[in-house]
């Protein structure tokens, strides 16, 4: 019954997935799992048998940076960091279903996510800033 | 031009793809894995260790008291704190046995089956109980320290008084909640010394705590800072234990060992906010005018010194605010407890003693019948007047003017207007409050004198320059400020620059990172040695139009490119530490926070519609980052008034969890709107004074106004919990 | 993470029929795992009871919501994910949805089950007030087959239920037909967002020309399971709605709860907020009698 996070810390040598509370609260651990997000301290390894997993590693396009990332460096969105992929994760997730969310939608969006330095508020403007260098569909 | 631009974090990039190394993303070959066996007692006598039957004990590493090779304490203010508990316990979670092995998971099992055996002597857990001193805990009588300002005569003041108001106030323990938990991975021999890589804020005093632990030379140290997820106060001593426990368990084992906390160890063993209680007797002409101050201040400093007397210090200076009155007395008391032992945590003791003066303030306006904002107005700390302590107040300030400002960015009149017409009637009912404050920047009195602190400075032949400093990036921005700083002070441009990792091996002691006084002390020795290094340059044939050809002709010529600078005092500045008297701080920050609340009267739930920050910092180096820090620092105070309870059985925190720790998502925080207005600090980098810990001393007593207001009652408890405004509501307001 | 991973065992056999085996041959031994979110924060904490567990995670049978002509049923396993993003339960049991969208945060959404949630049997837990204000039936499975159970007589205890050691919840059972009733469903947390409830109110009521025709209320947090209020609900039952009904009521909820003391509240709170969300609920249908 061992955890997907660790096999992805320790086995891979993704450590940009992150360890904070080992409980499903503070998301520091996010990923994609099967195009969803889940917290992988709480996936048993057996659950992610052939499964597509996305962690922050993945996001950038090599040295091409998604939106969401180059927001989060212009806007300040990331402090200490630690929170930061998980936090980019959700952040991607959300605009990958809903590209253009309001403000309380971002809020609703990252609710998963602790952030113990920003106060989130920096972090709202970069996905805020981040949509707008989505392409909109409707134009 | 550098400084007052949104330069972006130098080291964002790593954080925002995952490639920033925290120490549990190190491994080394053949390293172990530590885990500490904790005291399940508050107090008593270690009668036995056990190691029960079922794990191969042969093949685990065991440390306890009688393996360390130095001394047995945990170096800092007093030695009264043991690094490993030996005959006895002084509170729960005390730690005890250390144990190491290569699986992770059998040292979990491990950890359940050794017992500790304890004959419990009866513990003291409340102020009160520690005060009456029935039961020795701790010296003679429970106390740390104690600190008296005194100023005046209160007694006699307040007998011919208007009006006199009391009010006694409290705060609770908080738990600093950095996301990464406290981690250190040790590399410990006898032929090589011991070296450390972990979270922490200050290398420093990690290496001093090694050198008693070990009785090893200062060369033979060494501690390597690595990504820090977050510190607040809570790794600035708390690591040296934690350091100390990695280094012990490879000094028996011959292994490099981690140790790495859970969230639920983390929570319930290491360092909070001290608890407090202060009772205020204020006395006030009928107009509102201070005549008199007198202030008792007790703070909980748990089982052993620590750094309590200097939370102590700066809770007390604090304790009258930015007010002038001409009769004060502040007293202040750090007692002992059997809890795990509190600490630092961003503020210091300042935000519990400024909650008392903010919301008592609001409570003696209502008293004498005057606005809130119209006592404050009366009373404020005009340059050329003298502080509670005897500073004479040199520095431009204008508190009238920055109340002004924020209850206008807030539209507190109008809404109070509003809100008192609608309330009556309202089933949810609106608030609006305000505290005003100030921050003093750097160590107190002459704490940065003894500090001493050095930057070095040094330049490459390609013409890049290292900043050399044992200030840690902990998430407020000390890498891309410093990198600001010395680039304006060169010339240069910011990405010419590289601020060193901190590594007691390679950087000169700069002093910790605490105490708001990382940009604006450290960032100006940054600055000098910067502009040491320029003149060294400017003084040699062929100038510096080209900045990197110039480093490399001089290094060429001379070996070396390299300029330190060290804190020298402050001319004028003068603090008597006997007396407790004197120039307390260099400079101070002034602020006015204003918190719009609903209070919802069907679940006694109060949620924030709006939050203003306004404050004078002297500069703002870097707009996005300064920003950044008010609105974190808000989102903390917030935490603390409205969400964080520590539940406290039996002297151990009951809800070390983060599903019963409650911190604010990102549902749960207003719109944060912050102002800055400058006034330059000569002694700062480019002006700037010390923000860290200022946004940290504002919320709490705002909300606590603002809450007050709505549900008509009187807070005086932080955290404001719906069933505890459920019970006030059934009290009739005096 | 505190468990000694050796003393643990999760299979995924992959069909249902290997499941059930399993679990009627050798009784207790085995134990259901759906999504993870309860069952691995116990085990990451060092209290979940070591041995086996069998998962149904990837089981279909459990999975999908199906609308016919008089029922909704949704499988066992709908994450809550699932049932925020179907229409018909946004439409019809809005307060099923409500309940979901304030369980966790998103990722937990994504892996949660509501029959995870019901076979946890937290009396906290989100939405089965919602299903006993809707009347949920569940259905029951094992190797010897399956039966059916009215989920308002499923839990008949702090974590006791009815559901034997070789059976696995199959679906949950709506009535349709409710989509005109006045829904109220109230979570009070400790915060906006992934908070355990402090006190959980969900209500419907038949509100036809001023009378309450029919009236469901249910509890969470305030007794050892989650409950319905059938005195409250009589107080209600039949009488027109006017301005003196919602204290009669609230007195009479008092009898229908049992709130404790815990780390999160108090006895008195949970009382008190439980009565004011009723009396909030019954203004609202005294606000609505006249349309």
Same mark, same amino acid.
Request: net charge negative; aromatic share 6%.
């Given at each position: 019954?061992?955890?997907?996070?660790?096999?992805?810390?320790?086995?891979?040598?993704?450590?940009?997935?992150?360890?904070?509370?080992?409980?499903?609260?503070?998301?520091?651990?996010?990923?994609?799992?099967?195009?969803?997000?889940?917290?992988?301290?709480?996936?048993?390894?057996?659950?992610?048998?052939?499964?597509?997993?996305?962690?922050?590693?993945?996001?950038?396009?090599?040295?091409?940076?998604?939106?969401?990332?180059?927001?989060?460096?212009?806007?300040?969105?990331?402090?200490?960091?630690?929170?930061?992929?998980?936090?980019?994760?959700?952040?991607?997730?959300?605009?990958?279903?809903?590209?253009?969310?309001?403000?309380?939608?971002?809020?609703?969006?990252?609710?998963?996510?602790?952030?113990?330095?920003?106060?989130?508020?920096?972090?709202?403007?970069?996905?805020?800033?981040?949509?707008?260098?989505?392409?909109?569909?409707?134009? | 031009?550098?400084?007052?631009?949104?330069?972006?974090?130098?080291?964002?990039?790593?954080?925002?793809?995952?490639?920033?190394?925290?120490?549990?993303?190190?491994?080394?070959?053949?390293?172990?894995?530590?885990?500490?066996?904790?005291?399940?007692?508050?107090?008593?006598?270690?009668? =036995?260790?056990?190691?029960?039957?079922?794990?191969?004990?042969?093949?685990?590493?065991?440390?306890?008291?009688?393996?360390?090779?130095?001394?047995?304490?945990?170096?800092?203010?007093?030695?009264?704190?043991?690094?490993?508990?030996?005959?006895?316990?002084?509170?729960?979670?005390?730690?005890?046995?250390?144990?190491?092995?290569?699986?992770?998971?059998?040292?979990?099992?491990?950890?359940?089956?050794?017992?500790?055996?304890?004959?419990?002597?009866?513990?003291?857990?409340?102020?009160?109980?520690?005060?009456?001193?029935?039961?020795?805990?701790?010296?003679?009588?429970?106390?740390?320290?104690?600190?008296?300002?005194?100023?005046?005569?209160?007694?006699?003041?307040?007998?011919?008084?208007?009006?006199?108001?009391?009010?006694?106030?409290?705060?609770?323990?908080?738990?600093?909640?950095?996301?990464?938990?406290?981690?250190?991975?040790?590399?410990?021999?006898?032929? =090589?010394?011991?070296?450390?890589?972990?979270?922490?804020?200050?290398?420093?005093?990690?290496?001093?705590?090694?050198?008693?632990?070990?009785?090893?030379?200062?060369?033979?140290?060494?501690?390597?800072?690595?990504?820090?997820?977050?510190?607040?106060?809570?790794?600035?001593?708390?690591?040296?234990?934690?350091?100390?426990?990695?280094?012990?368990?490879?000094?028996?084992?011959?292994?490099?060992?981690?140790?790495?906390?859970?969230?639920?160890?983390?929570?319930?063993?290491?360092?909070?906010?001290?608890?407090?209680?202060?009772?205020?007797?204020?006395?006030?002409?009928?107009?509102?005018?201070?005549?008199?101050?007198?202030?008792?201040?007790?703070?909980?400093?748990?089982?052993?010194?620590?750094?309590?007397?200097?939370?102590?210090?700066?809770?007390?200076?604090?304790?009258?605010?930015?007010?002038?009155?001409?009769?004060?007395?502040?007293?202040?008391?750090?007692?002992?407890?059997?809890?795990?032992?509190?600490?630092?945590?961003?503020?210091?003791?300042?935000?519990?003693?400024? !909650?008392?003066?903010?919301?008592?303030?609001?409570?003696?306006?209502?008293?004498?019948?005057?606005?809130?904002?119209?006592?404050?107005?009366?009373? !404020?700390?005009?340059?050329?007047?003298?502080?509670?302590?005897?500073? #004479?107040?040199?520095?431009?300030?204008?508190?009238?003017?920055?109340?002004?400002?924020?209850?206008?960015?807030?539209?507190?009149?109008?809404?109070?207007?509003?809100?008192?017409?609608?309330?009556?009637?309202?089933?949810?009912?609106?608030?609006?409050?305000?505290?005003?404050?100030?921050?003093?920047?750097?160590?107190?009195?002459?704490?940065?004198?003894?500090?001493?602190?050095?930057?070095?400075?040094?330049?490459?032949?390609?013409?890049?320059?290292?900043?050399?400093?044992?200030?840690?990036?902990?998430?407020?921005?000390?890498?891309?400020?410093?990198?600001?700083?010395?680039?304006?002070?060169?010339?240069?441009?910011?990405?010419?620059?590289?601020?060193?990792?901190?590594?007691?091996?390679?950087?000169?002691?700069?002093?910790?990172?605490?105490?708001?006084?990382?940009?604006?002390?450290?960032?100006?020795?940054?600055?000098?040695?910067?502009?040491?290094?320029?003149?060294?340059?400017?003084?040699?044939?062929?100038?510096?139009?080209?900045?990197?050809?110039?480093?490399?002709?001089?290094?060429?010529?001379?070996?070396?490119?390299?300029?330190?600078?060290?804190?020298?005092?402050?001319?004028?500045?003068?603090?008597?530490?006997?007396?407790?008297?004197?120039?307390?701080?260099?400079?101070?920050?002034?602020?006015?926070?204003?918190?719009?609340?609903?209070?919802?009267?069907?679940?006694?739930?109060?949620?924030?519609?709006?939050?203003?920050?306004?404050?004078?910092?002297?500069? #703002?180096?870097?707009?996005?980052?300064?920003?950044?820090?008010?609105?974190?620092?808000?989102?903390?105070?917030?935490?603390?008034?409205?969400?964080?309870?520590?539940?406290?059985?039996?002297?151990?925190?009951?809800?070390?969890?983060?599903?019963?720790?409650?911190?604010?998502?990102?549902?749960?925080?207003?719109?944060?709107?912050?102002?800055?207005?400058?006034?330059?600090?000569?002694?700062?980098?480019?002006?700037?004074?010390?923000?860290?810990?200022?946004?940290?001393?504002?919320?709490?007593?705002?909300?606590?106004?603002?809450?007050?207001?709505?549900?008509? #009652?009187?807070?005086?408890?932080?955290?404001?919990?719906?069933?505890?405004?459920?019970?006030?509501?059934?009290?009739?307001?005096? | 993470?505190?468990?000694?991973?050796?003393?643990?065992?999760?299979?995924?056999?992959?069909?249902?029929?290997?499941?059930?085996?399993?679990?009627?041959?050798?009784?207790?031994?085995?134990?259901?795992?759906?999504?993870?979110?309860?069952?691995?924060?116990?085990?990451?904490?060092?209290?979940?009871?070591?041995?086996?567990?069998?998962?149904?995670?990837?089981?279909?049978?459990?999975?999908?919501?199906?609308?016919?002509?008089?029922?909704?049923?949704?499988?066992?396993?709908?994450?809550?994910?699932?049932?925020? +993003?179907?229409?018909?339960?946004?439409?019809?049991?809005?307060?099923?949805?409500?309940?979901?969208?304030?369980?966790?945060?998103?990722?937990?959404?994504?892996?949660?089950?509501?029959?995870?949630?019901?076979?946890?049997?937290?009396?906290? +837990?989100?939405?089965?007030?919602?299903?006993?204000?809707?009347?949920?039936?569940?259905?029951?499975?094992?190797?010897?087959?399956?039966?059916?159970?009215?989920?308002?007589?499923?839990?008949?205890?702090?974590?006791?239920?009815?559901?034997?050691?070789?059976?696995?919840?199959?679906?949950?059972?709506?009535?349709?037909?409710?989509?005109?009733?006045?829904?109220?469903?109230?979570?009070?947390?400790?915060?906006?967002?992934? +908070?355990?409830?402090?006190?959980?109110?969900?209500?419907?009521?038949?509100?036809?020309?001023?009378?309450?025709?029919?009236?469901?209320?249910?509890?969470?947090?305030?007794?050892?399971?989650?409950?319905?209020?059938?005195?409250?609900? +009589? %107080?209600?039952?039949?009488?027109?709605?006017?301005?003196?009904? %919602?204290?009669?009521?609230?007195?009479?909820?008092?009898?229908?709860?049992?709130?404790?003391?815990?780390?999160?509240?108090?006895?008195?709170?949970?009382?008190?907020?439980?009565?004011?969300?009723?009396?909030?609920?019954?203004?609202?249908?005294?606000?609505?009698?006249?349309?």
């Amino acid at each position: 019954m061992s955890r997907l996070l660790d096999a992805l810390r320790t086995d891979l040598h993704l450590t940009g997935v992150k360890e904070g509370c080992g409980e499903g609260e503070c998301g520091a651990c996010s990923i994609m799992l099967d195009g969803r997000l889940v917290n992988s301290c709480l996936i048993p390894l057996i659950h992610a048998d052939r499964a597509a997993i996305v962690t922050s590693e993945g996001v950038a396009q090599g040295e091409r940076l998604h939106a969401v990332q180059q927001a989060f460096i212009t806007h300040g969105g990331a402090q200490c960091g630690i929170c930061t992929p998980g936090m980019v994760l959700a952040a991607v997730s959300l605009l990958e279903r809903q590209p253009h969310p309001s403000e309380a939608e971002i809020r609703t969006a990252l609710a998963g996510n602790l952030c113990r330095c920003t106060g989130y508020m920096r972090i709202f403007e970069a996905v805020l800033d981040a949509c707008r260098h989505t392409p909109n569909e409707s134009a | 031009m550098h400084i007052g631009q949104p330069t972006p974090r130098k080291e964002a990039r790593s954080k925002v793809t995952g490639q920033a190394r925290y120490v549990d993303d190190l491994a080394f070959p053949g390293m172990l894995h530590g885990v500490t066996v904790r005291s399940p007692s508050p107090r008593g006598l270690i009668r =036995d260790i056990r190691y029960e039957p079922g794990i191969p004990w042969d093949e685990l590493t065991v440390v306890t008291a009688a393996d360390i090779p130095g001394a047995n304490v945990v170096a800092l203010i007093a030695d009264d704190q043991p690094c490993l508990a030996d005959d006895r316990v002084n509170h729960a979670e005390e730690p005890v046995v250390l144990l190491a092995h290569r699986d992770r998971s059998l040292l979990e099992e491990a950890r359940r089956r050794v017992t500790i055996e304890i004959e419990p002597l009866p513990p003291v857990y409340t102020i009160d109980e520690a005060l009456a001193a029935t039961t020795v805990i701790w010296g003679e009588d429970n106390i740390f320290k104690t600190y008296l300002v005194s100023h005046g005569d209160v007694e006699s003041a307040s007998a011919g008084a208007d009006a006199v108001v009391e009010g006694e106030y409290e705060t609770d323990a908080q738990e600093q909640l950095y996301i990464e938990p406290n981690g250190m991975l040790a590399v410990a021999r006898r032929e =090589d010394g011991v070296t450390v890589w972990g979270s922490m804020q200050c290398p420093y005093y990690i290496h001093r705590a090694l050198l008693r632990l070990f009785g090893l030379p200062a060369e033979r140290i060494r501690v390597v800072q690595m990504e820090t997820g977050g510190g607040f106060g809570g790794k600035e001593e708390y690591p040296s234990i934690i350091a100390g426990h990695a280094a012990l368990l490879s000094w028996k084992s011959g292994r490099p060992v981690k140790i790495v906390y859970d969230r639920a160890e983390d929570m319930v063993a290491t360092t909070k906010r001290h608890p407090s209680r202060t009772r205020h007797r204020t006395a006030v002409t009928k107009d509102g005018r201070l005549v008199a101050m007198d202030i008792d201040f007790v703070i909980d400093g748990g089982a052993y010194c620590t750094l309590s007397p200097v939370v102590l210090s700066r809770g007390t200076i604090h304790a009258t605010g930015p007010y002038y009155c001409p009769n004060v007395r502040v007293r202040g008391t750090a007692v002992a407890t059997n809890v795990p032992p509190h600490g630092a945590f961003r503020g210091f003791g300042a935000p519990q003693s400024i !909650f008392a003066l903010e919301r008592h303030l609001d409570r003696v306006a209502h008293a004498i019948g005057i606005a809130p904002d119209e006592l404050r107005r009366k009373n !404020f700390i005009q340059t050329g007047q003298t502080s509670a302590v005897g500073q #004479v107040m040199r520095e431009p300030m204008d508190m009238p003017a920055l109340l002004d400002r924020a209850l206008a960015l807030s539209d507190y009149h109008a809404k109070r207007v509003r809100f008192d017409a609608a309330n009556a009637s309202a089933k949810m009912k609106k608030g609006i409050g305000f505290a005003a404050f100030m921050h003093g920047a750097g160590f107190t009195g002459s704490g940065e004198d003894h500090l001493a602190s050095v930057v070095t400075v040094e330049a490459t032949p390609e013409g890049r320059v290292r900043v050399l400093s044992s200030c840690t990036e902990i998430g407020q921005g000390t890498i891309t400020v410093f990198s600001q700083i010395a680039a304006d002070a060169l010339g240069i441009d910011v990405d010419a620059i590289e601020v060193v990792q901190p590594d007691t091996a390679v950087v000169p002691d700069s002093g910790p990172t605490v105490a708001s006084r990382t940009c604006m002390v450290v960032g100006k020795l940054v600055e000098s040695a910067a502009m040491g290094l320029r003149a060294t340059l400017e003084s040699g044939a062929g100038g510096i139009s080209d900045f990197p050809a110039a480093c490399r002709n001089h290094i060429q010529q001379f070996g070396a490119l390299r300029a330190s600078s060290q804190y020298r005092p402050t001319a004028g500045v003068r603090w008597d530490d006997e007396r407790y008297q004197g120039d307390a701080y260099g400079t101070y920050a002034w602020a006015v926070y204003v918190a719009e609340v609903t209070f919802d009267t069907t679940t006694f739930e109060v949620s924030l519609d709006d939050f203003v920050a306004v404050q004078e910092v002297g500069r #703002v180096i870097n707009p996005v980052l300064a920003t950044g820090q008010i609105e974190g620092g808000v989102a903390q105070g917030i935490g603390w008034t409205l969400f964080e309870r520590v539940v406290w059985r039996e002297g151990r925190m009951a809800n070390a969890q983060m599903t019963n720790y409650i911190m604010p998502t990102s549902m749960d925080l207003p719109p944060i709107r912050v102002f800055f207005e400058e006034r330059p600090y000569a002694e700062g980098p480019g002006g700037a004074k010390g923000i860290g810990e200022l946004p940290m001393d504002g919320a709490a007593p705002a909300i606590a106004n603002a809450v007050s207001y709505a549900a008509g #009652v009187n807070v005086s408890h932080i955290p404001i919990t719906p069933e505890s405004l459920m019970a006030l509501m059934e009290i009739p307001v005096a | 993470m505190r468990s000694y991973l050796a003393a643990f065992d999760l299979q995924a056999p992959g069909d249902l029929g290997t499941v059930l085996r399993l679990l009627a041959e050798q009784p207790g031994v085995w134990r259901p795992f759906a999504g993870g979110t309860d069952l691995m924060v116990l085990f990451e904490a060092g209290k979940l009871a070591p041995g086996k567990y069998v998962s149904l995670w990837n089981l279909k049978e459990l999975r999908g919501i199906e609308a016919g002509s008089d029922t909704v049923t949704l499988g066992a396993l709908t994450t809550y994910a699932e049932v925020i +993003a179907d229409p018909v339960l946004q439409s019809e049991f809005p307060l099923i949805c409500r309940a979901a969208e304030q369980t966790g945060g998103v990722a937990t959404q994504n892996r949660g089950t509501l029959g995870g949630n019901i076979a946890n049997g937290s009396p906290a +837990a989100d939405t089965p007030p919602a299903l006993l204000v809707y009347d949920a039936e569940l259905e029951l499975i094992s190797a010897r087959g399956a039966r059916r159970v009215p989920y308002g007589r499923f839990h008949s205890g702090y974590k006791l239920m009815d559901l034997r050691s070789d059976e696995i919840i199959r679906s949950i059972t709506l009535p349709r037909g409710r989509r005109s009733w006045v829904q109220t469903y109230r979570k009070v947390g400790t915060r906006k967002a992934q +908070a355990i409830s402090k006190v959980c109110f969900a209500a419907g009521a038949d509100l036809d020309d001023g009378i309450i025709r029919d009236v469901r209320i249910a509890c969470g947090s305030v007794a050892p399971a989650v409950v319905r209020c059938p005195r409250a609900e +009589a %107080a209600l039952r039949g009488r027109t709605v006017d301005d003196t009904l %919602a204290s009669g009521a609230a007195a009479a909820l008092a009898e229908d709860v049992a709130p404790i003391d815990d780390m999160r509240s108090t006895a008195r709170y949970r009382l008190h907020v439980a009565r004011n969300l009723l009396i909030e609920f019954v203004t609202e249908l005294v606000s609505r009698r006249t349309h």
